[in-house]
């Protein structure tokens, strides 16, 4: 079955970076369009960066836009998401996502996605 794990959480100061990695398993990962969400307290489940499988075409969300970098490891079977200029506003639960197989683009849309990791914390502050 499909199983996504992400790691690389963490608390870090504003302008500072980490980077997160999902390590996935049980399904054809190379075959498939991956995406990173997250979702701060109160909010709704926001989709910030995708990468389709065909030619790894991405598609970001402008909150993270030109901060962000999503990027996949078919060999594997791992997607990363570099996360630079960090800001308070960027603080939530991280998750990495798989989208159902007919998805062949990059996509942002929460609906697209059919399994989800557990999420790592990301805190950013002074």
């Known amino acids: 079955q499909f199983q996504l794990v992400e790691s690389g959480g963490g608390l870090v100061q504003p302008g500072g970076s980490l980077r997160l990695s999902c390590v996935t398993s049980?399904?054809?990962?190379?075959?498939?369009?991956m995406g990173w969400f997250r979702q701060a307290p109160g909010k709704k489940r926001e989709g910030i960066a995708s990468?389709?499988?065909?030619?790894?075409?991405?598609i970001y969300a402008a909150s993270v836009d030109h901060r962000f970098t999503i990027s996949r490891d078919n060999s594997k079977k791992v997607v990363y998401l570099q996360m630079d200029k960090l800001t308070p506003e960027d603080t939530a639960v991280y998750s990495c996502?798989?989208?159902?197989?007919?998805?062949?683009?990059?996509?942002?849309?929460?609906?697209?996605?059919?399994?989800w990791g557990q999420g790592t914390q990301v805190t950013v502050s002074a």
């Open positions: 996502g798989v989208a159902d197989i007919h998805v062949n683009i990059a996509t942002l849309r929460t609906l697209d996605y059919d399994y």
């Open positions: 049980g399904f054809a990962f190379s075959h498939y369009t």
């Open positions: 990468i389709n499988a065909e030619d790894n075409r991405v």
